[in-house]
């Protein structure tokens, strides 16, 4: 089986997978770093890309490859839907549990 090589290329059309795929800006000072970002990004490693972002911008870069960090920190960020559906759930089972149990 043949692999596929990695492109870092932007292509002309995104291939309809289902895939999100976010691409770095090129040509920067930082250019080397924002690939691994998107690599970490890519293989789901999402405590890695957030913590090379955060470098990423501290260490003073363009606003392309600031505007490329944000995008990565907030698609890893934390869903505030999902934190509610986690609250409610953990409300929801003590609640339960009063009503059978304690009452």
């Known amino acids: 089986m043949a692999e596929r090589a990695e492109s870092n290329e932007t292509p002309a059309r995104a ?20 690939v691994e970002v998107t690599r970490a990004y890519a293989r789901g490693d999402m405590g890695t890309a957030r913590r090379l972002a955060r470098e990423v911008k501290a260490a003073g870069c363009s606003t392309e490859e ?4 944000d995008e990565i920190l907030r ?12 609250v409610g759930c953990f409300l929801l089972f003590w609640l339960v549990i009063y009503l059978t ?3």
């Open 15 to 34: 291939p309809r997978d289902g895939v999100l795929r976010i691409y770095p800006p090129r040509g920067g000072a930082h250019e080397a770093r924002l």
């Open 66 to 69: 600031a505007q490329f960090a």
């Open 101 to 103: 149990v304690w009452r």
């Open 75 to 86: 698609r890893t960020g934390n869903d505030p839907v999902a934190l509610a559906v986690g």
